[in-house]
T-cell receptor, first 113, second 112 residues
Framework: KQEVTQIPAALSVPEGENLVLNCSFT??????LQWFRQDPGKGLTSLLL?????REQTSGRLNASLDKSSGRSTLYIAASQPGDSATYLC????????????FGSGTRLSIRP | DAGITQSPRYKITETGRQVTLMCHQT?????MFWYRQDLGHGLRLIYY???????DKGEVPDGYVVSRSKTENFPLTLESATRSQTSVYFC???????????FGQGTRLTVV
């Protein structure tokens, strides 16, 4: 059974720092991996999608990497800003059942001005 | 407007009542999903659908019913609401299994 883990559960850093959020999954047979952002009381906003054949994706100050063999993905945020404060979720689509999306529990990020 | 919309945004209902949460997407995406989000449990899949008239159970389907007679709509019905079904419900869609999934804004349901 595929399980997705995100550590740490919460992170607080001063503004301007570069930071890395981690996501690990137990079964490397995935179709793709997606990173989302969720603001309090809001829905999920898609940030980046990495297909299983890809190693990384970039969007602005965000860079997501994927290492399928080790079951890991990282989301790198450059030059963090207070507006980046949110919960970040990673989710995988297993090869065995790509109709499903399985989420990690998220990392709650706080950027201190 | 294009996108995925959920209604209502907020709902309070009594134990034992039937309630339906609506989800509508304008992209004609094949895949649609229902999740519930609870503190301590994260996002858990209730039901999903790969196409119209094709639905399947997720991780926590008990007490819920879905239908998908049209590609764009995927309603979720709580047949007899219980307090344990108090949660925030999210609907999502994706064009096919390799594409990005997009989420609605959620429905906050309280069962009293």
């Amino acid at each position: 059974k595929q399980e997705v883990t995100q550590i740490p559960a919460a992170l607080s850093v001063p503004e301007g720092e570069n930071l890395v959020l981690n996501c690990s999954f137990t079964d490397s047979a995935i179709y793709n991996l997606q990173w989302f952002r969720q603001d309090p009381g809001k829905g999920l906003t898609s940030l980046l999608l990495i297909q299983s054949s890809q190693r990384e994706q970039t969007s602005g100050r965000l860079n997501a990497s994927l290492d399928k063999s080790s079951g890991r993905s990282t989301l790198y945020i450059a030059a963090s800003q207070p507006g980046d404060s949110a919960t970040y979720l990673c989710a995988v689509r297993p090869d065995s059942s790509a109709s499903k999306i399985i989420f990690g529990s998220g990392t709650r990020l706080s950027i201190r001005p | 407007d294009a996108g995925i919309t959920q209604s209502p945004r907020y709902k309070i209902t009594e134990t034992g009542r039937q309630v339906t949460l609506m989800c509508h997407q304008t992209w004609s995406h094949s895949y649609m999903f229902w999740y519930r989000q609870d503190l301590g449990h994260g996002l858990r899949l209730i039901y999903y659908s790969a196409a119209a008239d094709i639905t399947d159970k997720g991780e926590v389907p008990d007490g819920y019913v879905v239908s998908r007679s049209k590609t764009e709509n995927f309603p979720l019905t709580l047949e007899s609401a219980t307090r344990s079904q108090t949660s925030v419900y999210f609907c999502a869609s994706s064009e096919w299994q390799g594409n990005e999934a997009f989420f609605g804004q959620g429905t906050r349901l309280t069962v009293v």
